[in-house]
C-alpha cells in the first residue's frame, strides 16, 4: 500500500503526540498517588526517635515502636512541631485520616 508523504509525517506527528500525552498522565497518576501516601499512613505506638531535619530535604521524621514492630513516618506534609511532639509520647494515626492522636489529644499531622 502505497502512502503519501503527507500521511507518513501525520502518522509519525501523532504517534509522539500521543506518547507524550501519555507520559504526562502517568506522571500525573504517580505524583496524586505520592500525595495521598502520608494520608494512608497509620500506625499506633510510642515515639521512640525524632528527627527534625533529616538529609532528606529537610524532613522530619519520626520512628514510632510499639511492641511488634518499627514504623518510621516521614513525609514533606507533617505539620507537626517541636513543641507539639517529643520522645516519650503515645502516637496513632488511623489511615484515610489527616489527625493523629498525641497521647490523647487529636491534632492536625498533615497538611
Not at 29 to 48: H, K, Q, R, T, W
Not at 83 to 88: A, R, S, Y
Not at 100 to 111: S, T
Request: charged letters at 20%; one cysteine or more; a positive charge.
Amino acid at each position: 500500500m502505497y502512502m503519501s508523504k503527507l500521511e507518513k509525517l501525520l502518522i509519525k506527528k501523532y504517534k509522539s503526540s500521543t506518547m507524550v500525552i501519555v507520559g504526562v498522565l502517568l506522571a500525573g497518576v504517580l505524583m496524586f498517588i505520592d500525595y495521598l501516601l502520608p494520608v494512608y499512613f497509620s500506625a499506633e505506638g510510642v515515639i521512640s526517635k525524632i528527627y527534625w531535619k533529616t538529609s532528606n530535604h529537610q524532613m522530619p521524621m519520626f520512628v514510632i515502636k510499639n511492641k511488634d514492630s518499627i514504623v518510621n513516618f516521614q513525609d514533606n506534609r507533617v505539620r507537626l512541631k517541636p513543641g507539639q511532639i517529643k520522645v516519650g509520647d503515645s502516637f496513632k494515626k488511623i489511615s484515610g485520616s489527616k489527625m493523629c492522636i498525641i497521647n490523647g489529644v487529636e491534632m492536625l499531622c498533615i497538611k
